[in-house]
């Protein structure tokens, strides 16, 4: 069966603008007047230590949390006054540790991706069934289809979360820790994955602990610390010895290795 065309080959990229943000949570401000771009059509991260807001950035743009103050727009249109449909068919999240839902098939699962584009009570139609297998196979997450999820390791329901995803057709995807429970193997897949989607005409934004996966893979990097963004622009010119070192406390230094630089570190 040839593949679908997708939704993302049809509609442009979206750009996002983040404004002034604050966000708490319960008494604590978790993200501090912050003001980024997320250029259209990249693979951006967002990186820095725990406990430096980078997934309550991305629960926030899925709409799991409101800000306090400040506005983030997507393409020039405030994302708060899109309703949570209108925002489902714009923009995705794969958390880190998505729960499994209970004595769910995993094409059933991947199906659910589909529910922001059907009409309210309706079946699924042949169009979204070959849109959830081809979200399955670009994660090659095919061969799970009628398993259960719930027996999946960790490693697999993330691949099947990543498919769910790509089955609402976003054309802005986020990503939370996507390398969580993989492999090496499956680790480099997704951010090859991620690479493609950009290609095709999507916009990821991923929260990456991995400084070198950062400097490889991305086109973009928004630097958090301690809820304010320290820095932004292309990895290569942001993620120095120098600021890593600041941000992280620790002791970093840049090197080159088979014509790519890496990041190493040692404690202080």
């Known amino acids: 069966m040839p593949r679908p065309e997708s939704a993302e080959a049809h509609r442009a990229a979206a750009e996002v603008s983040i404004a002034e943000l604050r966000v708490s949570i319960g008494e604590a401000e978790i993200l501090r007047s912050i003001a980024a771009q997320v250029p259209a059509g990249t693979v951006s991260a967002v990186v820095g230590p725990n406990g430096s807001g980078k997934s309550t950035l991305l629960r926030m743009l899925v709409g799991a949390l409101e800000p306090d103050a400040g506005a983030v727009l997507l393409d020039g249109r405030e994302l708060r006054s899109l309703s949570r449909r209108a925002r489902a068919r714009e923009l995705a999240l794969v ?22 584009h059907r009409v ?39 691949k099947v979360h990543l498919a769910r995803a790509l089955a609402q057709t976003p054309r802005l995807l986020l990503l939370d820790e996507p390398t969580n ?11 090859h994955l991620a690479e493609q989607l950009a290609a095709s005409g999507m916009t990821v934004l991923a ?22 963004v320290v820095a932004t622009g292309p990895p290569g010119q942001v993620l120095t010895a120098e600021l890593v070192s600041r941000v992280y406390g620790v002791r970093a230094q840049r090197v080159e290795a088979g014509g790519r630089d890496l990041l190493l570190f040692d404690r202080e």
């Not at 429970?181 to 951010?191: E, K, S, T």
């Open 95 to 116: 958390e880190q540790d998505s729960a499994a839902p209970v004595a769910l098939d995993v094409l059933d699962v991947v199906l659910l991706g589909r529910t922001p």
């Open 207 to 228: 929260a990456l602990h991995d400084l070198n996966h950062a400097l490889r893979y991305c086109d973009h990097v928004v630097v958090l610390d301690r809820g304010h």
């Open 120 to 158: 309210t009570w309706g079946s699924d139609s042949a169009e979204d069934v070959a849109i959830a297998e081809d979200a399955l196979t670009r994660t090659g997450a095919e061969h799970l289809a009628t398993r259960d999820i719930a027996t999946l390791s960790g490693g697999e329901r993330q």
């Open 181 to 191: 429970h993989l492999d090496v193997a499956a680790q480099l897949d997704v951010l």
